[in-house]
Structures are given as structure tokens and as C-alpha cells.
């Protein structure tokens, strides 16, 4: 019986539900013992009442189990319902995301519009909004125009050219001008949101910026007929989609205009072709028309020609809407249009519209073809000279950009040259002659600085190459009323030439500095001084420097006619390279005595460099004077206490040694001499030949060894040092100094002056080396003294320490009753006690932190400066409303970390609030800040209270120094609490300000720096 059972519930679980099974277990009970009955086998008790046990429960549970299903059924459907949300958002941001990769594949186009049109046509099929458009910035960038659109509504919005201005005209003017995306839900609730007559149904609206490179190049607007249309991925998606189309758009429109940069080389490239290919004129003005045509839209194209010797424009090429105008020719005078007025002004012309043009025509003549509404006309410029003018002309306003306007310049710099080609190729054979002939004296300029040389090659150059009689060049000789020729002459006679300067046609050139030209015997009238056989002549001056330096002289005796303009402007051109070698040859002379000068005075002022002692000075003197003149010099020094000199160093030549005893004090004799140097501080030169000079002041033997040694000149030239002057240079002149005579003397000044410097650091080294002995003297005693205070704080501390902790603990055990009851009378006294000696024993401590804090080594941690000041101030404040005081605070929250010591820090800003606190009057007010900057954090304590004088504010951080020093002060304390502030804040490479109006109280600020990267100490940086 319990196998069949057994079977029959088996069989129930596989082939019925569940709860089922139990129903089916219960019956299988049943029918075994009905079996059981049947058959007279009854079953033992324990069986019996085991199988109606189990049918029993399985009846019983059979309810409920079928009620837990029906719930798990009902979450079964939810689930369901759930995936298939999930499935439809899933197929949504698929259909995204095809969209996105369906615009990425189309920004591969080069054309806008096609690009434009595909995006708005796939943002509306796929996403399923009712209208997208795309705006785009016009040339002035003030606005966006609407360029694409999927609705109808949208596309005759562009029929009508709708847009708006950046920064108003809704969503889309709102982005354009932030370049930022937004999204409205709902219409009706959005201001910014601008209603548009072509979309009235719309209900959400998202605009989003087309950025390229870091700019908005315009707005990508979606709207929809539905309120909430757009979810925040939907925005997301959109906005990959925008940066792909204004990518797209860039690309295209680089894309354009490299083709259109193509185009306009292509064409510049043929006209180079043209030019090169032909000298025919017309043929040349017609290539130009063709290739501008190709590039751009042009109604009327004219190419007028100036004569500069008839005044006169000539039209050779006019094509008026393609049809060919006979070339004609009009006075530059009567020509009152615009082609007259570039010529005359040789300034460009550019209107964009002439009807809106507001410069007055009538004042610069311009008058275009009245039926013509914008025009360009440059004119053709060769060599700096106008030789006549190219204008394109359209009846469209604006028909002309900017890229346009640059190609025609280019154009017209290129017709300039085409129109000259055929001049310069009948000057090119006779202009290659002069240059090589000018290049031949170019190089041989160049190859030399010894201008003898070069003058001697440019005359035989110019000799061969003009085939002329007689050649030289002239120089002005010392008495400057003739010219003399140079020994490189031809032609002339051995023994050179000499002209007179106010009579002869060079001596004309060179006094008035133009060149002369005589071209025939007709005109030599002028000049009667002329060799009678000279039949032509020409004269060219040498300039150097802006004056005329010589003359370049040529004669022809063999014909008239020889010399004219042409070889005017050769031989003008070959003067001013002989001008240039000329003046290289004397800048190279002087270059070389500047460099010999300026090494001379480097090597003595490196000489005088250092701790050296007075003689070693005056020696580095002596032997510079020596070497730059080779001249007799002396070097003096004088005394302080009278008139007399001591002549410290001296030389008169290489055979002889100097005659005066060195160290010997001399009587000067010149004490009017030694007054003068000292009042004007300048050199003075002395010529031996004049009476009363020098010679006359000085002793016999001075005068005598002046004399010997044929001494003709002296110059003294005062030792300054620091506005006074401690010594005399004597420098002896045998020959005169070539000009410039004060430049020598100049570069000896400048020597003896840095000589007088090195003399007073000599002595302000000495005296810095006995002040350094008495500094170090005194340093050494300061720091015994220190030693001595910083022991007597310690030991005062600590005898101090123990007896106040000692009256301390007693005070409080008599206060709190351990020591037995304290009357009425005894409390205040006791309360007195422990006051004073909390306020003794902060004093034992603030001497002992003295001690520590530049050396024992703060205990570092991050901290906030604002929460530090929060619990000085929470401490303080009915500490001093019990006195009248209000305490404020001000203190930011979130401000960042310092590193630092909390303790100390807190200490800080204890001490300054006491100090606030201390010396504010009752009814005052204490108002404790944070705050920061980008580098450091700050906390400041001001107060209403008596406030310190200016006098006072050096000091007030020193140690022990009180503002009221005496005895009898209001305030007590010893001076350390704003010196411990000092050093502490010091220690952790902060700094403190203070800031205080004497009756209107002080603000104490402390900066301390920003937490860093590193746990650094701030005491080590």
C-alpha cells in the first residue's frame, strides 16, 4: 500500500501542477485504505493514522499553495511587461544610433547642401519629430540663417529667408550666442522660447551649437508636436549628431575654398604663362580678361594705360557684358571717373555699393557706369611708378569678397608687369651693360677695405665701359678751397689735377652736392675755367655720411653729346658705391682704433678689479695712458689736508725712467688749476706755446723736463670719484691728437674715472673690512646675550611651573569644597586667585613656546583654519560678553586645508582674539574671519578697540615689547603674545599683516599657504 502511494504522488508531481500534487497525495490515502477495507486487510494503527494524516495536510494546503501561485503568475506578467519596455527603448537607442552613424557616413560629402538636407531628413524619419532644421552664421557672424529644414513649415521659412540675430530670436539665438545646448520641454512654459507662425502646433523644442574648432558656426533646432518630446539621452545622442554635421560643414567649406584657392593659382599660373610666352600687349590684356572672367562675375572689365610724358589714359582693353569697346584715349585731366582718380592718387578703390556709399564723389571724382552697383579699380604700380589701372565692375551690390579683391590685386601686380615687359626688353641690353659695369666696381668694393685699391679698379672699369678721355676722381684738399686728384686719374696729365672749388664745374658739384651735366660746348659759358678741348663733361659728387665727401669727374674731348641722362644716373649710381666704400674704408680705420680702445680699457678695468691696494690701481693706469698714446702721462693723488699733490706713478719714455721721485709730495703751483678741475669735473688741454698757460704755473724743474723732452701740449684730466675729485692724470702731448680730439680724450676720461672708482673701493674696502671685524666683535656679544635671556626664561619657567600648578590645584580644591566649605566673602578671592594664576601660568607657557617653536619640529596635519577659529571663538565669546564684548564671526565654510600644527594654530588665532578682546571697550566687537584665494588661507581678527600708532606698528612683534611700557600701563601681559604669533606663523612659512587707526581699533590678518601635493614642512621651504 505505501508503494502504490508513494507512486501516485510521484506521478501527480510530474504531470499536474504543483499544488495539484498534494490534492492527488490525499486521495491516494484514501483509496489505499478503501482498497485495504475492501480486501479485509486493515492496516495496523500507526499506518492508519499516517495516511490520514497525510490526506489531511495535503487537503489543507492545497488553498494556500494555489494562492501563492496566482501572486508568482501576476509577477511572471509584470516581468514580461517590463522586458518589453526595456526591448522598445533598447530598439529606440538602436534606431539612434544608426541615425548617428547614417549622418557620420553622409558628413563624408563635400556639398553643404546635400549634407544639410540628409541630416534633417533622417533626424525627422528615424527620431519621428515633426521638424528639423539647421542654422548656419552668415559672413558677419551677428546672425543665423536658417539653411535646411524637413517640414514644410521650415521650408518656406527658407523661402522667405528667415533667421535671427545672435543672442535673440529664441532657442536658436540663445545657443548661437552661448554655444551651449537647451532643451524645452514644454513651449508654453519657457520664455526664452520664440513661437513661429510656419510651426504653430509645436510643444517641445531642443536647440544644439554646431561647434567646430572651438567655435559656434551655428544651431541644429528640433521640435516636436508632443510636450516632454526629447529625454536626456535623446539630447545626447542629438548633440554627437551636431558635432558630426558641423565637423561635416567645416570640412566642406575648407574643401571649397582650397578649390576655389586652386582656381585662382590655376589662374594666376596662366597668366604667368601668357606674360612669359608673349610680348604682344593686346594678346597679354585679353588673357587677363579671359582668366578673371572664369573667377568671377564681372559686367564691365577695363585696362586703361597712363602716358606719364603726354598725361594722357589710353582705354586698350574695355569689354562691357562681353562685348569688345574700341580702345580710345582721354586727357589724365578730363578722365573725372574712377579710373582718372586711382591713377592720379594711385590708390586702390573698393565700393561694395555704390548707392550706399557715403564718400562725397565729387570730391575725389569717382563716377562709375551709373547702371553699375559695385567696382573694383586698382592701380598698375611698377617699380613705386602708376602706369595705369585694371577695374572690374558688377551691377549686383556686394558682388566682390575679399578673396576676390586679393586675387585682383595679384592679377594686377602681374598686368603691371606684363604692360612694362615690353619697354623693359629695350632697356634690358644697355641696363645689363650699367649693371655689370656697377657690379665689377660692387666687388671690387667688396673685396677690399683698402680704398686706394678699389678707387684704382672702379677707374679703369669705368675707363673701358664709357670709352671716355679723361677720368678721375677729385678729393678736397687741406686748405678746403681746392679739389686734388687721386694718383688713380686717366687722361690727365702726370702730375695730377687741382681745380679750384668756388670756379670749376667739379669744384660746383662738390660745393652744392649735385651732380652737373654739360652735355656740348654750347653751355660750357657757365664754367669759363673749362679746358678749351672739352667738348662734353660731367660731374658727380661723393656723398658720405649725408655730406660730400669728393668728386667723380670724367671729360670728353673727342665729341659732343657723349654724356647724358643715362650716363648721369651710371656714374651717380657707381659715385654712391665708391661713397659706400669710401665710408667702409673709414669705418673699418675707426672700427679698429674702437676695438683697440675698448680692449685697452677692458684689460686695465679687469686689471683694477679686486681688493688690490692703491699702487697696484694706479700702475693698471698708468700702463693703458702708455700703451693707447705712447705719450709722457703722470698719475697724482691729492692730499686732503692742502694745495699739494703726491705723484704716485709716471713714465716719459722706454729709454728714460720717470724723473720725479714716486710717493714725493710736490708743491702744484696750480692751485687755481686744482680749483677748476674740481668745480667743473672736465678735462682741460693746455698748449705750451700760449703765454700764461701751464708753464708759466709750474715749478722750474717741471717746466724744464717739459721742455727737454719737447713736450707741446698737456692735458689733466681730474680722478672723480663719487661727485669729488681725489686725484690728477697728467697726459704730455709731443704731437697733436687727430680729430675728433675730444673722443681720445673722451676714452681717457672714462679710464681715469673707473681708475678713481677702483681707488675709492680700495679705500671703502678697508674701512668695510674694519667694520666687518667690529660687527662680528659685537654679533659674537649679542649672541652671549641671547644665550644668557634664553637660559634665564628657561630656569624662570621653570621655577615658575611647579608652585603655580601647585596654587592651581589647591584653588580648585577650595573652590569645589574638597578643602571644606568656602563662605560667601571667600569665594570672589578665590575665583581671583585662579584667575591670576591661569594667567601666570599662560605667561610661564607663551615664555616657553618662545623657546620651541623656530626649533622643535611641528607636529604636521591637515587642518582647517576656519573649524580652529570656530572653537576659539565658541571659547571666548561668554568670556567676553560677561565683559560688554560681542564676538562675531565670519567664517567660510569649505575653504582648503593647511598643513600644519592644530595646537599652534589654534594658539594663533587665541592670542590675537585675547589680544582683540583685551583692548576693546565695553559695548565693542571682536569679529574673527576666513577666507582664501588661490594660494593662500586666510584668518583675520579685527576689533573696535583703541588701536596702535604708526610708530608703534614695526615693534609690536617683537619680543617683550609693550606699546605702554610703564609701570603703571591699563593693560597688563609681558609682550610675547603677538610674538609667539609672529614666529609661530613664520614656522609654518606663513606671514602675519596688521593693519590699525589709533580710536578705531586694528585687524590682525595671518595667510598661511595652501595644503600641497607633498606633506612637505612648511618650516623647511
Known amino acids: 500500500s505505501l508503494l502504490v502511494f508513494a507512486i501516485a504522488v510521484v506521478l501527480s508531481s510530474v504531470l499536474v501542477a504543483p499544488a495539484a500534487s498534494f490534492v492527488t497525495a490525499g486521495s491516494a490515502a484514501i483509496v489505499i485504505l478503501v482498497i485495504a477495507l ?393 641696363r645689363l651693360h650699367d649693371a655689370r659695369l656697377v657690379q665689377e666696381v660692387t666687388l671690387a668694393a667688396a673685396s677690399t677695405l683698402d680704398f686706394d685699391l678699389v678707387l684704382e679698379r672702379c677707374i679703369k672699369a669705368l675707363h673701358r665701359a664709357l670709352g671716355v678721355d679723361r677720368l678721375g676722381f677729385l678729393l678736397p684738399s687741406g686748405d678746403n678751397e681746392t679739389l686734388v686728384s687721386h694718383p688713380s686719374l686717366v687722361g690727365f696729365s702726370d702730375s695730377g689735377l687741382r681745380v679750384s672749388i668756388a670756379t670749376t664745374l667739379p669744384g660746383h658739384a662738390f660745393r652744392r652736392g649735385v651732380p652737373i651735366l654739360l652735355r656740348d660746348a654750347a653751355h660750357r659759358a657757365e664754367f669759363p675755367s673749362l679746358p678749351p678741348e672739352v667738348r662734353s663733361a660731367v660731374a658727380v659728387p661723393v656723398r658720405v655720411g649725408g655730406r660730400t665727401a669728393a668728386v667723380l669727374h670724367a671729360e670728353s674731348t673727342s665729341k659732343e653729346g657723349i654724356f647724358g641722362e643715362e650716363e648721369l644716373q651710371l656714374l651717380t649710381t657707381i659715385g654712391g658705391q665708391l661713397g659706400v666704400a669710401l665710408d667702409n674704408a673709414r669705418l673699418y680705420e675707426e672700427m679698429a682704433r674702437h676695438e683697440r680702445d675698448l680692449r685697452i680699457l677692458a684689460r686695465a678695468s679687469a686689471g683694477m678689479i679686486g681688493p688690490l691696494g692703491h699702487q697696484e690701481i694706479v700702475d693698471h693706469l698708468r700702463d693703458a695712458l702708455v700703451e693707447r698714446f705712447h705719450e709722457p702721462c703722470a698719475v697724482a693723488l691729492l692730499d686732503a689736508d692742502g694745495p699739494r699733490v703726491t705723484v704716485v706713478a709716471g713714465w716719459l719714455s722706454d729709454d728714460e725712467p720717470f724723473p720725479l721721485t714716486l710717493g714725493e709730495d710736490v708743491q702744484s703751483g696750480a692751485e687755481g688749476l686744482l680749483d677748476q678741475l674740481t668745480e667743473t669735473g672736465q678735462w682741460m688741454y693746455f698748449d705750451h706755446d700760449e703765454e700764461g698757460g701751464l708753464l708759466g704755473k709750474l715749478g722750474d724743474r717741471e717746466r724744464g723736463l717739459l721742455e727737454q723732452h719737447e713736450v707741446a701740449g698737456s692735458v689733466l684730466l681730474p680722478m672723480i670719484s663719487q661727485d669729488e675729485v681725489v686725484g690728477v692724470t697728467w697726459l704730455g702731448l709731443r704731437q697733436p691728437l687727430p680729430d675728433p680730439v675730444e673722443e681720445h680724450l673722451g676714452w681717457a676720461q672714462t679710464l681715469v674715472n673707473q681708475a678713481a672708482a677702483a681707488l675709492s673701493n680700495s679705500q671703502l674696502c678697508e674701512r668695510l673690512a674694519l667694520q666687518a671685524k667690529d660687527l662680528s666683535q659685537a654679533y659674537d656679544e649679542l649672541q652671549e646675550i641671547s644665550r644668557l635671556r634664553t637660559e634665564l626664561v628657561q630656569n624662570v619657567s621653570h621655577e615658575f611651573r611647579t608652585p603655580l600648578s601647585l596654587v592651581q590645584g589647591y584653588t580648585e580644591l577650595m573652590l569645589d569644597g574638597t578643602l571644606g566649605d568656602v563662605s560667601e566673602k571667600q569665594l570672589p578671592a578665590l575665583q581671583t586667585i585662579r584667575d591670576r594664576t591661569a594667567t601666570l601660568a599662560r605667561l610661564v607657557h607663551n615664555l616657553t613656546m618662545l623657546q620651541v617653536v623656530p626649533r622643535q619640529a611641528l607636529a604636521l596635519s591637515e587642518v582647517s583654519l576656519t573649524e580652529a577659529a570656530r572653537r576659539v571663538v565658541d571659547e571666548f565669546r561668554p568670556r567676553a560678553e560677561r565683559v560688554g564684548i560681542t564676538v562675531k564671526d565670519e567664517l567660510e565654510e569649505g575653504l582648503p586645508l593647511v598643513l600644519g600644527d592644530q595646537e599652534r594654530l589654534e594658539l594663533i588665532v587665541y592670542h590675537l582674539t585675547e589680544n582683540a578682546v583685551k583692548f576693546s571697550p565695553d559695548g565693542g566687537s571682536v569679529t574673527v574671519r576666513s577666507y582664501s584665494d588661490d594660494e593662500r588661507v586666510f584668518v583675520s581678527v579685527e576689533d573696535t578697540g583703541i588701536g596702535i600708532a604708526p610708530e608703534h606698528l614695526a615693534r609690536i612683534f617683537d619680543r617683550f615689547y609693550q606699546v605702554d611700557g610703564t609701570t603703571t600701563r591699563r593693560f597688563g601681559g609681558l609682550g610675547l603674545g603677538l610674538a609667539l604669533v609672529w614666529e609661530t606663523v613664520e614656522a609654518h612659512g606663513g606671514t602675519v599683516s596688521v593693519s590699525s587707526k589709533p580710536g578705531r581699533g586694528s585687524k590682525f590678518t595671518v595667510a598661511l599657504p595652501r595644503m600641497r601635493g607633498d606633506a612637505e614642512s612648511p618650516a623647511q621651504t
Open 38 to 430: 475492501l480486501f479485509e486487510t486493515v492496516p495496523d494503527p500507526f499506518t492508519f493514522i499516517t495516511l490520514f494524516g497525510v490526506a489531511l495536510a495535503a487537503w489543507l494546503s492545497a488553498g494556500t499553495l494555489e494562492r501563492v501561485l496566482g501572486d508568482l503568475r501576476s509577477l511572471n506578467e509584470e516581468l514580461d511587461e517590463r522586458v518589453a519596455e526595456r526591448a522598445g527603448e533598447l530598439q529606440r537607442r538602436s534606431i539612434q544610433l544608426q541615425s548617428a552613424a547614417e549622418v557620420a557616413r553622409d558628413a563624408t560629402t563635400l556639398d553643404v547642401n546635400k549634407l544639410l538636407a540628409a541630416t534633417v531628413r533622417i533626424i525627422s524619419e528615424r527620431f519621428g519629430y515633426d521638424h528639423a532644421g539647421v542654422y548656419l552664421l552668415d559672413k558677419s557672424k551677428d546672425n543665423v540663417v536658417l539653411r535646411s529644414a524637413s517640414s514644410e513649415g521650415g521650408k518656406r521659412m527658407i523661402a522667405q529667408g528667415h533667421g535671427f540675430r545672435v543672442g535673440k530670436g529664441g532657442l536658436v539665438g540663445y545657443v548661437a550666442r552661448t554655444g551651449k545646448a537647451r532643451v524645452s520641454s514644454d513651449v508654453a512654459e519657457d520664455a526664452v522660447h520664440l513661437a513661429m507662425d510656419e510651426l504653430p502646433d509645436t510643444r517641445s523644442e531642443v536647440a544644439l551649437p554646431l561647434r567646430s574648432r572651438g567655435s559656434v558656426i551655428g544651431v541644429l533646432d528640433i521640435q516636436s508636436n508632443e510636450i516632454g518630446a526629447f529625454t536626456e539621452e535623446d539630447a545626447t545622442t542629438l548633440q554627437t549628431m551636431a558635432d558630426q554635421l558641423a565637423g561635416a560643414i567645416d570640412n566642406a567649406r575648407l574643401y571649397e575654398e582650397a578649390q576655389r584657392h586652386v582656381e585662382e593659382l590655376t589662374a594666376l599660373r596662366n597668366i604667368d604663362v601668357a606674360i612669359a610666352s608673349t610680348l604682344d600687349l593686346d594678346g597679354v590684356l585679353r588673357v587677363l580678361h579671359a582668366q578673371i572672367s572664369s573667377l568671377m562675375d564681372v559686367a564691365l572689365f577695363r585696362i586703361a594705360l597712363y602716358d606719364e610724358e603726354r598725361h594722357t589714359i589710353r582705354f586698350a582693353l574695355e569689354v562691357d557684358r562681353g562685348t569688345y569697346v574700341e580702345p580710345r584715349e582721354v586727357s589724365l585731366d578730363e578722365e573725372r571717373g574712377a579710373t582718372g582718380w586711382v591713377i592720379r592718387t594711385g590708390e586702390s578703390l573698393w565700393i561694395e555699393d555704390v548707392q550706399q556709399d557715403s564718400r562725397p564723389r565729387n570730391s575725389k571724382d569717382v563716377g562709375p557706369d551709373e547702371q553699375m552697383r559695385s567696382l573694383i579699380v586698382l592701380p598698375l604700380v611698377v617699380r613705386e611708378r602708376v602706369i595705369g589701372a585694371v577695374s572690374a565692375q558688377s551691377p549686383e551690390p556686394a558682388a566682390f569678397d575679399a578673396a576676390q579683391r586679393r586675387l585682383f590685386s595679384s592679377i594686377a601686380r602681374q598686368a603691371g608687369i606684363a604692360i612694362e615687359n615690353a619697354r623693359l626688353l629695350e632697356e634690358s641690353q644697355r
